[in-house]
């Protein structure tokens, strides 16, 4: 069971973005996922979650309007699309799962129970 985060890189103040999150097992398609990001120094934040439908979806209030979630079941992958980039924005993305069917948008990292290995995300200004 494995999830592999990819899609960071080095990009300019204003750019965009988009992170893909690629699942191992259909199962996955069956689990609320999130997106969590770590800047230096700084503790893992909530970023964003989206239900295993698609149907719910929710965001850090800091964010909205920028980053946007989505997830495509046929191919295990979940995304996020990341537009206006700031320089706080940088830090690296980690990809989760809660491993829980038919959940709902948990934002707490202690309710995912699989996670990606990150990408890096550097937002020069």
């Known amino acids: 069971v494995q999830l592999q985060a990819s899609g960071g890189g080095l990009v300019q103040a204003g750019g965009s973005l988009k992170l893909s999150c690629a699942a191992s097992?259909?199962?996955?398609?069956?689990?609320?996922m999130g997106w969590f990001r770590q800047a230096p120094g700084k503790e893992r934040e909530f970023v964003s979650a989206i239900s295993w439908s698609g149907a719910k979806i929710s965001y850090a209030d800091s964010l909205k309007g920028r980053f946007t979630i989505s997830r495509d079941n046929a191919k295990n992958t979940m995304y996020l699309q990341m537009n206006s980039l700031k320089p706080e924005d940088t830090a690296i993305y980690y990809c989760a799962a809660d491993g829980v069917p038919y959940s709902n948008v948990p934002q707490s990292p202690g309710d995912y129970r699989y996670w990606g290995q990150g990408t890096q995300l550097t937002v020069s200004s």
């Open positions: 097992e259909s199962t996955f398609s069956r689990y609320g």
